[in-house]
């Protein structure tokens, strides 16, 4: 267990700061792109699933960003501690980051007068969140690109907005906005699977 601490406490000093940041200046910039209070259910999906969902964009895909250099690869692979639980480590800080970040945001909602199903929309959100940030793993892990991690699930997030739900079908990003809150499930199934298929793909990397 030790291990694990250490290498969350390393992982939150050295690669999280940065994207915390990022994601903590789009929320706290959220009021002058979009409206946060007095919303009904419909709106408030809108704005969570159109704008909340960047930040699995943003946390999930530099898990693996250290390793870019081939000296520290070399190092993590060469420790006791698996390489894969290294990475799930960073996962897991991700989705922890994720939860409280919707938290507060939505909590910053009902205070301003928004009328929703709080666990509703938080599972959702969370969910879309998971999907894109998974796919950016995935992507990560097959490329060895960061760059294209972030590119492939923004270009799937414009899909879906040209798309729309009845030629998108479970994998819709913004199901919540038709009323679909129970196809999530299949964004965060297929989410984790995406996380866990890029986590195995990088450690056999050589």
């Not at 980051?97 to 929703?116: A, E, P, Q, T």
């Not at 999530?184 to 989410?191: R, V």
Request: overall charge positive.
């Amino acid at each position: 267990m030790e291990r694990y601490i250490a290498v969350a406490k390393e992982n939150w000093k050295h690669s999280m700061p940065i994207p915390l940041l990022v994601c903590t200046l789009l929320l706290l910039g959220s009021p002058l792109v979009v409206g946060i209070e007095n919303l009904t259910e419909p709106e408030v999906a809108k704005v969570t699933e159109y704008y909340l969902v960047f930040l699995g964009i943003i946390l999930f895909p530099p898990v693996f960003l250290a390793e870019q250099n081939r000296d520290i690869r070399e190092l993590v692979t060469s420790k006791y501690t698996p390489v894969a639980a290294v990475y799930s480590v960073r996962i897991v800080q991700a989705i922890l980051s994720l939860m409280i970040f919707i938290g507060i945001y939505l909590g910053v909602m009902r205070v301003g007068n928004c009328d929703f199903p709080f666990g509703k929309i938080y599972a959702g959100t969370l969910a879309g969140m998971l999907f894109l940030g998974g796919m950016g793993v995935l992507i990560y892990g097959l490329t060895d690109q960061i760059v294209i991690g972030y590119m492939v699930p923004f270009l799937y997030y414009m899909l879906n907005v040209s798309a729309g739900y009845q030629k998108m079908g479970v994998f819709y990003l913004f199901s919540m906005c038709v009323g679909k809150y129970e196809v999530k499930g299949w964004l965060e199934a297929a989410g984790v699977m995406m996380m866990a298929a890029g986590i195995y793909l990088r450690t056999k990397r050589k």
